[in-house]
């Protein structure tokens, strides 16, 4: 009796907190299990390392295909003229009667393979009748000329004179005419030769205000790209322009007057150049604003 209230009434030692066994030694752990999430700028790395290995292979690809442009547009012609022929020989070589049969598996491949390789070779003459035509920028005929109307002070000079530099170093900008408040403030680059003198053609501003593409432009508020000049019948409201002018942009500045923006190649302008012209018409919005309303 007294060992059990012995026992009962000892005091219980607390419990000992062992720590987790570590992993052993040689055995597998989950992938990822321990590794902390690595960050987004070595990711966007690891995928240009990826891009800049196999950028190469494309570029030999892409080489390859250009100088074997013939080659290229041929190889259907070939695949069809061979299966043609590989049919054909089978045909002939394997005993089989020259009269098609439908009841027969091999006719019918034979007349499959046929279709396909008749396919591949009009699908050749295709390509090699329809090639893309090559685009090259041309010499703007006309005169040099620099020409700045009266009123312009000399910080909007030099803001516009920037503004051709930029354009002709980063686009294929020939031609510059800036329109502003009614009046032609600036004429640079290539202009169209006047048949008396052959000096450079003067803007008519007053002409060139009431046309089409002056107020269809003002009125949108928004740039208008004429890709291909030579497709719009507009193109004689521009008779300061070079003749052979391939491109052009109008880009409207503020509320008061317009850039006109000639260029020697078709398609020249990216979205690029137009977005920088855009925010280059901005700025020179903000200058001639206080220029002329100061």
């Not at 045909?91 to 089989?96: F, H, K, L, M």
């Not at 000049?229 to 052009?248: D, H, I, K, V």
Request: hydrophobic share 40%; with cysteine; proline share 7%.
């Amino acid at each position: 009796m007294e060992l059990s209230r012995a026992i009962v009434s000892a005091p219980l030692s607390p419990p000992t907190l062992r720590p987790a066994p570590g992993p052993r030694l040689g055995r597998r752990l989950p992938f990822g299990a321990f590794s902390p999430p690595q960050p987004l700028s070595n990711v966007r790395e690891h995928g240009r390392c990826i891009s800049r290995a196999l950028r190469p292979r494309q570029e030999w690809v892409e080489g390859w295909v250009r100088s074997n442009d013939t080659l290229v547009r041929s190889l259907p012609i070939l695949v069809g003229g061979a299966s043609l022929v590989a049919v054909l020989l089978n045909r002939a070589v394997s005993g089989i009667a020259a009269v098609a049969d439908a009841s027969s598996s091999q006719s019918r491949a034979d007349i499959l393979t046929l279709a396909l390789s008749v396919t591949d070779i009009l699908a050749g003459l295709v390509w090699l009748s329809i090639r893309p035509k090559s685009i090259s920028p041309v010499v703007p005929r006309g005169v040099e000329c620099k020409r700045v109307g009266p009123g312009v002070s000399n910080p909007a000079l030099h803001e516009l004179l920037w503004a051709w530099d930029s354009l002709t170093t980063a686009t294929c900008c020939k031609s510059l005419v800036v329109v502003y408040g009614g009046n032609c403030i600036l004429q640079i680059g290539v202009a169209a030769g006047s048949p008396e003198d052959g000096n450079a053609l003067t803007v008519d501003t007053q002409k060139f205000i009431q046309g089409s593409l002056y107020k269809s432009a003002m009125e949108s508020k928004k740039q208008s790209y004429l890709a291909n000049l030579a497709l719009y019948p507009g193109r004689s409201e521009l008779p300061f322009l070079p003749a052979n002018t391939q491109a052009l942009i109008l880009q409207p500045i503020g509320d008061k007057g317009i850039a006109v923006v000639g260029g020697d190649t078709i398609r020249g302008f990216t979205s690029i150049d137009q977005a920088w012209i855009a925010m280059i018409a901005d700025k020179l919005d903000a200058t001639l604003s206080k220029s002329f309303n100061s």
